[in-house]
């Protein structure tokens, strides 16, 4: 709370510092909101065994994902920007309690006025994918998580373990990210908002990581057969991100 | 396309699960604009403080153009002299309560400033719990200091040896006794912060200086880096092990290495079990680490990750200094660790040669940046 306090204080400080004036509409703040679940259970790390396809489970360990250019559209077409860049991580869920309460990202200064949806780009936007964590100087979402070998940012990591053999033991473990340009892709949600001056709005989104992994039947990602992806293999790794886009969801 | 900075100042950032009631949101708001407020009424009608005498001289710091940018603190900016201050009392036994340890003690910088032993000797001849840490590019290291991150700051770091017991076992009232009626101190501490009086030396002043001193110990020119800006050529072997470092290639085998020991730093700073100990339950590790600090039991046994710079000449591994060669540490990673419900997956059996284990070596030797050890701004003033 203290920091958020702060952070907000030195925003709004900033801001009018700049301008020297205070007769400026404040705009409204939107807080956008995060729930990871898995099979519809709270998303914990570490402590939740998940049961998964085939008699296996799984327990978590790391799921996070980047989000680029966030957009508030309006109804004639145009947008207003809220964010270039934002990295939404799972690592530091440990109690069901904090999951329920999700990753929020806070925007403020948002004009007043009626909007009908919200775009966002699932990765990292082509032209900031082009960037490096030289770039930046930290804390900075992009500060982290580049391969170089590759010369791009990983966009979806997704750590953990599976029990492979229902024995309750969970030796195999599991790596798997994504990242590359041509997996980037954006999502409109549609939703109509009205945004009031001093006013907060939240947006609820959830992400279902078992739907991430799994499309039923027999699609899914096979722990005793596959056990990790560094975006070598396409058949894995656009499942994923398929899948994710697919799961991705606004309340 | 950057928004971040932008003047309608759309903010975003991403944060842990606070505590946040729509009331508490809006009672929040309304304070920070009264006092954003009020900060405005103080900066548009403030005229600029009048100027003393003293100044001090901005540090050129050359940041290397592949590393993220230094995080700098606002309220202790580098300055020629404040170095110079900072690199004097790294060096000065003064420090310590008989006189015999300096940091460089257990940072020299023939080791890239950390000591060649598994763990540190303090006064007395008294053994620490852990392995010293080389200070190659510490200055970039802002998530948290020490093997298990509980130092904030370079600042806040500083003041910690000189009280630690088997470390220079001193206290800082003695030491700014000392400094305040030395011949020499009480000038470089005016030339560094424009004191006015030697009775305004403080801990916190010496900390300062220390801190501006190692944000300087950047190492960024080991023949990898000559590599990357196209000065020199990888050897066969050399070549061969960064592809496997990297998990380059389809056709060698992986290594896992660089999703923790991420380049340039050849650290991602963040916390991990690597798998080095063998526990029966997550209660069991001798020595705790990050779940010291943060209580959280799937801590324990979390180290930072330690950069790979200089790796060659820091020996002895890890927080308890436990592999003396890089083979052994290899023989570790190839094995895929000792099993824990926190073992980091990324740790997991390598299908390694022979050749494999020595390329890799080969390649992590190329990280080796003599002109780094041997920088004369680096070296002991007092044995010049």
């Not at chain 1, 929020?104 to 900031?128: C, D, E, K, Q």
């Not at chain 2, 100042?9 to 505590?19: G, S, T």
């Not at chain 2, 001193?213 to 990357?228: C, G, H, M, P």
């Not at chain 2, 790979?308 to 820091?314: F, G």
Request: charged share 20%.
């Amino acid at each position: 709370m203290i920091k958020k306090l702060l952070f907000l204080l030195a925003s709004s400080g900033l801001l009018l510092a700049a301008d020297c004036n205070d007769n400026e509409p404040i705009g409204s703040v939107l807080e956008i909101n995060f729930k990871g679940t898995f099979d519809n259970a709270p998303l914990v790390m570490y402590e939740s065994a998940y049961p998964y396809e085939a008699g296996m489970a799984v327990k978590l360990q790391l799921f996070q994902f980047y989000l680029s250019d966030i957009v508030l559209l309006k109804e004639d077409g145009s947008s207003v920007p809220l964010s270039d860049v934002a990295l939404i991580s799972f690592k530091d869920i440990l109690t069901p309690a904090a999951a329920a309460q999700g990753i929020t990202l806070n925007t403020s200064g948002i004009p007043a006025g009626h909007y009908t949806g919200l775009r966002m780009g699932i990765g990292v936007a082509p032209n900031l994918n082009s960037t490096s964590p030289a770039n930046y100087t930290p804390p900075h979402p992009l500060d982290d998580n580049y391969w170089s070998a590759s010369s791009g940012y990983v966009f979806i990591k997704i750590e953990g373990n599976a029990d492979t053999s229902g024995n309750g033991e969970f030796p195999a473990k599991l790596t798997f990210h994504t990242g590359a340009n041509d997996i980037y892709k954006e999502k409109t949600f549609q939703k109509h908002m009205e945004l009031k001056d001093g006013a907060l709005l939240q947006l609820n989104f959830n992400i279902d990581l078992k739907k991430v992994l799994s499309k039923g039947g027999s699609d899914f990602l096979d722990f005793r057969q596959v056990t990790q992806d560094h975006n070598n293999n396409p058949s894995i790794y656009t499942f994923i991100a398929t899948n994710f886009y697919d799961a991705l969801s606004l309340e | 396309m950057r928004f971040l900075w932008n003047k309608q100042a759309f903010r975003l950032f991403a944060q842990n699960a606070f505590n946040r009631k729509l009331l508490s949101v809006c009672a929040g708001l309304f304070f920070c604009f009264c006092a954003a407020l009020f900060m405005v009424s103080a900066t548009c009608s403030s005229d600029a403080p009048e100027k003393g005498a003293w100044s001090a001289t901005p540090y050129p710091l050359k940041e290397p153009e592949h590393f993220v940018k230094m995080l700098m603190p606002s309220d202790n900016p580098l300055t020629v002299e404040g170095v110079d201050l900072g690199r004097q009392l790294f060096f000065d036994p003064l420090l310590s309560m008989n006189g015999a340890i300096s940091c460089a003690s257990c940072h020299l910088p023939q080791n890239a400033f950390s000591d060649g032993k598994a763990f540190s000797i303090g006064v007395n001849g008294q053994q620490g719990p852990r392995s010293s840490m080389a200070l190659a590019n510490v200055g970039y290291y802002y998530k948290g200091l020490f093997w298990d991150g509980r130092s904030k700051s370079l600042e806040d770091q500083a003041l910690i040896p000189v009280r630690e017991p088997h470390e220079m076992n001193s206290d800082w009232s003695m030491v700014e006794l000392k400094l305040r009626n030395h011949p020499k101190y009480p000038e470089l501490f005016y030339k560094a912060f424009g004191i006015a009086e030697p009775k305004e030396i403080t801990r916190f002043l010496a900390a300062k200086a220390i801190a501006q001193f190692e944000r300087t110990l950047i190492s960024a020119n080991a023949k990898y880096d000559q590599v990357l800006a196209g000065k020199a050529t990888f050897t066969e072997a050399e070549a061969r092990g960064r592809m496997i470092f990297f998990d380059a290639s389809d056709e060698l085998p992986k290594s896992e290495c660089g999703h923790c020991h991420v380049d340039p730093l050849f650290t991602n700073l963040d916390f991990f079990n690597n798998g080095i100990q063998q526990v029966s339950s997550l209660e069991d590790f001798p020595d705790k680490g990050r779940g010291k600090i943060t209580k959280i039991k799937y801590d324990n046994g979390k180290f930072r990750v330690p950069t790979l710079r200089n790796i060659e000449l820091t020996a002895p591994y890890m927080h308890d200094g436990r592999f003396k060669t890089l083979d052994e540490v290899l023989e570790h990673y190839i094995s895929g660790g000792h099993s824990a419900e926190n073992l980091n997956p990324n740790v997991r059996q390598l299908n390694f040669t022979g050749r494999d284990k020595s390329d890799l070596i080969a390649f992590l030797k190329t990280l080796t940046d003599t002109s780094f050890i041997h920088n004369p701004a680096f070296k002991n003033p007092f044995t010049e």
